[in-house]
């Protein structure tokens, strides 16, 4: 039993179908493709094979450099090469990766409103054993949000970026521990259906990972 905090989620929390599911044209991945996407495959390969990735990945019309000079700290090399392959979307119909090179400083002001919002709750229910808060050493910096309000972010530990845990803020319990992967890792065993938190709800028993493993993609007008 991993000492990781992986609690059964709320029913309401559950990852929601599509609201309309494309045509049946047979299954998406079969045979060694299949196995690989969920269950001997690892790291970026495995999950672009279960996950693929868009044609136009969206950003935003900035650059990494000036991003990193708006924050004042570079952000991991995982996630600036997800966002580069992927860009900003809805990851599993649940998650979503905010536009990260907005140019009207989009991504730092989520990320202020978020730690307020995180410096707010200490204290109570939601962050009874509280984190430091961003741009506090070690404080948690967001990234993406549930559908729920959920947070995924870094706890912001030392001058090393790829160094940085992961961390989510649950909106319906209160603050775990640090996720025990990295963010491609966290990202494959969820949309495999291998690895649920609060906030990170899992699949029913009779629902097929490779159906739920769907990444909507954002264009320039999206609002985050």
């Given at each position: 039993m991993t000492h990781f905090r992986l609690a059964k989620v709320h029913l309401a929390a559950r990852r929601p179908a599509l609201a309309a599911p494309p045509p049946d044209t047979g299954p998406r991945l079969t045979g060694e493709r299949r196995e690989f996407a969920l269950t001997t495959g690892t790291g970026p390969a495995a999950l672009t094979e279960l996950?693929?990735?868009p044609?136009?990945?969206y950003l935003g019309g900035g650059t990494w450099e000036r991003l990193f000079e708006e924050l004042g700290t570079r952000l991991p090399a995982e996630y600036v090469a997800l966002m580069d392959r992927y860009g900003a979307g809805c990851w599993g119909d649940w998650l979503?990766?905010?536009?990260?090179?907005?140019?009207?400083?989009?991504?730092?002001?989520?990320?202020?409103?978020?730690?307020?919002?995180y410096r707010g709750a200490i204290g109570g229910w939601r962050a009874e054993d509280p984190f430091p808060?961003?741009?506090?050493p070690g404080?948690?910096?967001a990234f993406a949000t549930s559908n729920d309000a959920d947070v995924l972010g870094w706890l912001t530990e030392?001058?090393?970026?790829d160094a940085w845990p992961l961390v989510?803020?649950?909106r319906h319990a209160p603050q775990g521990p640090p996720l025990p992967y990295g963010l491609v890792d966290t990202l494959l065993a969820w949309q495999r259906g291998r690895f649920e938190t609060e906030g990170l709800p899992g699949l029913d028993r009779d629902d097929d990972p490779v159906e739920f493993a769907l990444f909507e993609p954002w264009d320039a007008t999206a609002y985050w």
């Open positions: 996950t693929p990735p044609h136009h990945p979503r990766f905010h536009t990260p090179l907005r140019t009207d400083g989009g991504f730092r002001r989520l990320a202020e409103q978020n730690a307020e919002a808060v961003w741009p506090e404080g948690l910096l030392g001058p090393d970026p989510v803020w649950p």
